[in-house]
């Protein structure tokens, strides 16, 4: 079973919000997203990254299960 997702309140300038807000437009990220990529980053950089972390997933929508139904196919009228 997954463990569940820490919740954590984040006070910010305006100005930095806005600038991480673009930013994640740009990189096709949420803003929640952009923010733990920043942090896994440092994290990486000064080397504390925690052995335990899972895996961010890749930016822009999940791709679709092969047990997605797929649409019904129509006959063409002649």
């Keep these: 079973m997954p ?3 820490k919740k954590l309140l984040l006070r910010l300038d305006p100005a930095v919000h806005d600038a ?3 930013w994640a437009g ?3 990220r949420s803003t929640n997203a ?3 990529f920043l942090l896994r980053k ?3 950089e000064a080397g504390r990254t925690p052995r335990g972390a899972a895996r961010m997933r ?3 929508r ?3 299960s092969e047990t997605t ?3 019904p196919e129509t006959e063409d009228e002649e």
């Design 62 to 64: 999940p791709p679709k």
């Design 3 to 5: 463990k569940e997702r």
């Design 58 to 60: 890749r930016p822009g």
């Design 26 to 28: 740009d990189e096709l």
């Design 42 to 44: 440092a994290l990486d």
């Design 34 to 36: 952009q923010i733990e």
């Design 20 to 22: 991480l807000v673009r």
């Design 69 to 71: 139904p797929a649409p």
